[in-house]
Structure formats: C-alpha cells, structure tokens
C-alpha cells in the first residue's frame, strides 16, 4: 500500500512544524553555547526534542501529540527567561518557535488524521 501523501492544510502544517521545531532545537543549543553549561544539562535540553525525531521523520501522529505535551515544558522555561531577560532576543526567538511548534504540530495531528481517515474510507484494504 502506497502512503497517503500530505496536500493541503496537512503540508503547510507539517513544514510548519518542522521548521519550528529546528528553530526551536537551534535556539535552545545557540542558549546553551553561550552559557556553556556542564554537557549533562546540554543532554537534559536538547535530548526531550530529540527523542521525537523518528517518530516524526516516519509519520507517527503520536509523536506529534507527545511532541506537544514536551513542547509546554520548554514554552515554562521560555517564560521564566523572558521574564529574567525581557529584552534579550534569544529568549523571544524561542518563545516564537515554540508556539509555532504547539499550534501547527496539534492542528496537523488533526488534519492528518482526518486525511488517513478519508483515504482509508475511499480505499479500504481487500481483506484476504
């Protein structure tokens, strides 16, 4: 059986969401090579982010929807920098990713799942 490909809504979300996300990877390690901190708190950053990649590159919606959940953990920390450092840019550049991140990976979830569920109703699998 051939995948079902993106169009649409889908696409747009899902390229949304991959660039958030590598804007969001991005800044978090540019914050970490400026402060350089001990490699254990270089893990502890970017290892949660990192943890979905397979899931994503391979098209498991739950990896989105876990992707968000994570996502909140970074969108607190965010907060707590901006309000130490309002008027650094780093900070915002990370706030900006992260909402990207939340808003486009939970509406592809979305939008996806009704795309797989449309193709599977159009083209149910010959049961032997």
Same mark, same amino acid.
């Given at each position: ?23 969001? @990877?991005?800044?978090?390690? #540019? ?15 970017? #290892?949660?982010?990192?943890? @979905? #990649? ?20 970074? @969108? ?25 991140? @939340? ?26």
């Amino acid at each position: 059986m051939t995948p079902v490909q993106r169009q649409g809504p889908s696409l747009l979300l899902w390229r949304a969401t991959w660039l958030s996300w590598g804007t969001l @990877f991005g800044q978090t390690a #540019l914050s970490l090579a400026l402060t350089q901190p001990p490699w254990i708190i270089w893990l502890g950053s970017l #290892l949660p982010l990192s943890l @979905f #990649l397979y899931g994503m590159w391979h098209d498991r919606l739950r990896s989105f929807i876990w992707l968000c959940f994570v996502s909140l953990l970074y @969108f607190i920390a965010l907060v707590e920098r901006l309000f130490a450092t309002p008027r650094a840019p780093l900070p915002w550049v990370g706030m900006v990713a992260v909402v990207v991140l @939340f808003c486009s990976a939970m509406l592809y979830v979305r939008w996806r799942a009704r795309e797989l569920h449309t193709a599977r109703e159009t083209f149910p699998e010959s049961s032997p």
